[in-house]
């Protein structure tokens, strides 16, 4: 509403918010990026599970939560969104390779928590439906302990 907040320059604060945050864009299913070596304390996937799904199949997603996982620090959170999938059909109706991947996915939404536990996701918790009016969908809190 009234316009960007300004970004101070680095002073004693180097290390602190805002300057220990950054954004990427990148395919983090397929690229390598450097900042992942220094491991993260928290990552976000926030409604983008079905399009690394549909884009990627069943073994795209297994890629992107064994990657999550690897990228946590000890006690590293993960936040998780799932799209349910009656959005799948719709979004599959864009593209004609999005289709065909669906057709052939196997893997469920309801099956994500199963999958994050087994990769070694020791905590989940369910905080609940985000979102307004008709766009409510549910927000997972994975914790890796170890």
């Known amino acids: 509403m009234f316009g960007p907040l300004p970004i101070p320059h680095v002073t004693a604060t180097a290390g602190q918010?805002?300057?220990?945050?950054?954004?990427?864009?990148?395919?983090?299913?397929?690229?390598?990026i450097p900042e992942d070596a220094a491991l993260y304390d928290?990552?976000?996937?926030?409604?983008?599970?079905?399009?690394?799904?549909?884009?990627?199949?069943?073994?795209?997603?297994?890629?992107?939560?064994?990657?999550?996982?690897?990228?946590l620090k000890p006690g590293g959170k993960f936040v998780l969104e799932p799209q349910e999938w009656d959005t799948?059909?719709?979004a599959k109706r864009m593209d004609s390779r999005l289709k065909e991947t669906g057709n052939n996915l196997?893997?469920?939404?309801?099956?994500?928590?199963?999958?994050?536990?087994?990769?070694?996701?020791?905590?989940?918790?369910?905080l609940g439906m985000i979102g307004v009016g008709g766009f409510r969908r549910p927000l997972e809190l994975y914790t890796k302990t170890n």
Do not use: C, M
């Open 42 to 71: 928290v990552v976000l996937a926030l409604s983008i599970s079905k399009w690394i799904h549909l884009n990627n199949g069943d073994d795209g997603l297994l890629r992107f939560l064994r990657r999550v996982y690897s990228v």
């Open 88 to 90: 799948y059909a719709k």
């Open 17 to 32: 918010f805002p300057h220990n945050v950054t954004f990427r864009q990148a395919d983090w299913v397929a690229n390598e």
């Open 106 to 126: 196997k893997l469920r939404p309801a099956d994500f928590e199963r999958l994050l536990l087994d990769i070694g996701f020791e905590t989940v918790e369910h």
